[in-house]
């Protein structure tokens, strides 16, 4: 109970200091609303006009891993610039259990993503809220952000070691929201991607949230796959955590920007 009353309150404090940021509320406003406006002009002009509501999931859920991707790597290389980084690697808790909060509070700040897509496709071009079943897709998008949150640890553990975590998280955004098949369906894709998005919460979890959405398959089994997936991205983020900790130590790059 003290471990996840410490993540619950890390989270909490993150949060909060992520909502005093400019930059996270500039980008927080725009960036949903272009990717639901792209979204919806992309499905418009390629003939399918009934399946707007899922181009407008599909952006929302772009915009929580844009949120969970850079908010992880831009959380530690804030932590690295204000000179906390070193304190929270002494902290007498293991170095995963530290960062989690970071991660988790990224992906909770990312929800405003989801709901800004869903109502500003709604306002402005119409897009009925009809979900084929409210209660699971409810259920699935906190699913799926935690699940990402998890996800973020295992990224954040590569980001201790960057002087520039940004260069990484640039390369990421785009190929893992199209190879999960947020906007774009997976069987559109070559089929070398197909075992690539298989290890991927994201792609389940975009899966859950648009099968809950949509009605187009079960929603329970590819959310527990995401949750099983970022169980384990956690176990390895966690020894990923301890072991890039003690290398950036021994190297003395911890505190480099």
Not at 177 to 206: D, E, F
Request: charged share 10%; glycine share 10%.
């Amino acid at each position: 109970m003290r471990t996840l009353r410490m993540i619950a309150i890390g989270a909490l404090l993150h949060a909060k200091q992520l909502s005093r940021s400019p930059f996270e509320i500039t980008t927080a406003l725009i960036v949903p609303v272009v990717q639901a406006t792209l979204a919806v002009y992309l499905f418009r002009a390629g003939g399918e006009p009934g399946r707007l509501l899922e181009a407008a999931v599909g952006a929302g859920l772009m915009g929580v891993w844009s949120s969970v991707l850079f908010g992880s790597g831009g959380a530690i290389q804030n932590q690295r610039w204000q000179g906390t980084l070193e304190m929270i690697m002494l902290a007498p808790r293991p170095p995963a259990l530290v960062v989690l909060p970071i991660t988790l509070a990224t992906a909770l700040t990312g929800t405003y993503a989801m709901l800004a897509t869903l109502a500003w496709g709604r306002l402005l071009y119409g897009i009925p809220l009809t979900f084929a079943d409210p209660l699971a897709f409810v259920v699935a998008v906190p699913g799926c952000i935690v699940g990402l949150g998890m996800f973020g640890l295992l990224l954040a553990s590569t980001f201790v070691l960057l002087r520039n975590a940004n260069a990484l998280a640039n390369t990421l955004e785009y190929p893992i929201w199209l190879v999960s098949g947020m906007l774009v369906p997976i069987t559109s894709l070559p089929g070398w991607t197909g075992p690539i998005a298989a290890v991927l919460p994201t792609t389940w979890g975009a899966r859950a949230v648009r099968e809950a959405a949509t009605g187009s398959g079960p929603v329970w089994p590819s959310l527990g796959i995401c949750l099983a997936i970022s169980l384990a991205c956690l176990a390895l983020g966690a020894i990923m955590m301890t072991h890039v900790e003690r290398r950036a130590r021994a190297a003395a790059t911890l505190a480099l920007a």
